[in-house]
């Protein structure tokens, strides 16, 4: 039996790995199921799993969901905050750790399964973005496996696993082409843009997911954090990732190759698939996703991506030429951005305004240490949080 801690159960990607664990409980075991603050959530999958622990980020939240347990007389172990996340994801019973918790509070936990030597399924590319090299020295030092459950990346380890050990150049890939479906506002005019709701940008036309990447997919900062995940899992340079365009979301992402080939990983957007591949890699499991009908699907499309449009895109791939702490900085400014969009604060064209302009003021440096990392991440969160307040104004 393997057994696998869910950071972040309770939400789309937790729900989507329960879902496939449920298919094959005898191959895996739940050791320990995370949330931030549903307690009914995960009171219940705790009393549907029985997992020998359950974490809540929140202190007030973890007595209640003890309280329930109790009640229901569930043997399940409650512990609570960021000490709770981490002791779960290192414990000696848990095999694999599927990072699932959203944004940067995900960072700790996930450097700690990767410390213990764990597999870890990375969906939380927060994470990576902000900490690239030291949690990649992390996994190499500890012998960690990481696998990645983010769509695009995962589509591109199935069209190019040996490039994972033997690095880019020596497998012949000269490209990697990362697909985005555009989101909800491909064609939305321009001028309209400044007036667009939290739930308009949340209805992604083609996947369903928490609010903050539904939000980073209607910026596209969602593929901008994806370039530079790309970049640190295949050890390559944003000029070697292209982003294409490709509103059905059937491909999910390419590779190209010297020679000229193309190949990539073809599946109905659905987030099983991924989850599958990484928790059987190298072998392949059932998901319960829909076989692809070509026939109904009839057209796929491809298109260049607007920066005028996508301002985030731009920033992103910026953030990472210049390189150190400033994709912490990126990934900080637009969390609080995102946040106080969701919360009706500012409106959807302040996000990257809001990003663009803490990129400029907060200084970037080497990312020798998690301190440092920690710090500019801080200093982040408080120069844009200031700059809310000014517009919100
Ligand atoms: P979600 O909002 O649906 O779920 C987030 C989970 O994290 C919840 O269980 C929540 O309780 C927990 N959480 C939130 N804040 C926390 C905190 N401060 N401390 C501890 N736990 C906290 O998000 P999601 O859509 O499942 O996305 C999760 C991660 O996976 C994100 O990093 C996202 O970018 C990535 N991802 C998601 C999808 C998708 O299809 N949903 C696809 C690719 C990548
Ligand atoms: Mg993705």
């Not at 790995?17 to 320990?32: E, N, P, Q």
């Not at 007595?63 to 905050?81: C, F, N, S, W, Y």
């Not at 036309?205 to 596209?220: F, L």
Request: charged share 20%; with cysteine; hydrophobic share 45%.
């Amino acid at each position: 039996m393997i057994g696998v801690t869910i950071l972040g159960a309770t939400g789309s990607i937790g729900v989507n790995t329960l879902d496939v664990i449920s298919r094959h409980r005898d191959r895996f075991s739940v050791i320990a199921l995370t949330a931030n603050r549903n307690v009914k959530s995960l009171a219940q999958q705790c009393l549907d799993w029985l997992p020998r622990y359950a974490v809540m980020a929140d202190e007030s939240c973890a007595e209640r969901l003890q309280k329930i347990l109790q009640d229901k007389g569930a043997d399940t172990e409650v512990l609570a905050g960021s000490e709770g996340l981490q002791l779960v994801a290192r414990h000696k019973e848990t095999d694999y750790v599927m990072a699932a918790i959203v944004g940067a509070a995900g960072l700790l936990p996930t450097l700690a399964a990767a410390e213990a030597g764990k597999r870890i399924l990375l969906a939380n590319k927060e994470s990576l973005v902000m900490s690239g090299q030291l949690f990649i020295d992390a996994v190499r030092e500890h012998q960690a496996e990481l696998l990645p459950i983010d769509s695009e990346h995962n589509a591109i380890f199935q069209c190019m696993p040996s490039a994972f050990k033997e690095g880019f150049k020596k497998s012949g890939v000269s490209r990697i082409l990362l697909t985005a479906s555009g989101g909800p506002f491909r064609t939305t005019p321009l001028n309209e843009l400044y007036k667009v709701t939290p739930d308009q940008a949340c209805a992604h036309p083609n996947w369903v997911m928490g609010r903050k990447i539904s939000v980073d997919s209607a910026t596209m900062m969602n593929k901008g954090l994806e370039v530079i995940e790309a970049c640190w899992l295949f050890n390559t340079t944003p000029d070697h990732v292209q982003v294409v365009l490709h509103p059905q979301s059937v491909i999910h992402s390419m590779v190209e190759y010297i020679d000229g080939s193309v190949l990539g990983q073809l599946s109905n957007p659905d987030m099983r698939t991924p989850i599958a591949y990484a928790l059987a890699w190298p072998e392949r499991l059932q998901a319960g996703v829909d076989r692809l009908d070509l026939f109904d699907i009839a057209r796929l499309d491809f298109e260049p991506p607007d920066l005028e449009r996508f301002p985030c895109l731009r920033l992103a791939r910026e953030a990472m030429q210049l390189g150190g702490t400033a994709t912490a900085i990126l990934n900080a400014a637009n969390e609080i951005a995102v946040e106080e969009f969701l919360n009706g604060h500012i409106r959807f064209t302040n996000i990257a305004e809001v990003v663009e302009t803490t990129l400029a003021h907060v200084p970037h440096r080497a990312a020798s240490t998690l301190e440092i990392i920690l710090a500019d991440d801080v200093a982040a969160r408080e120069y844009a949080r200031n700059m809310v307040q000014e517009l919100a104004a």
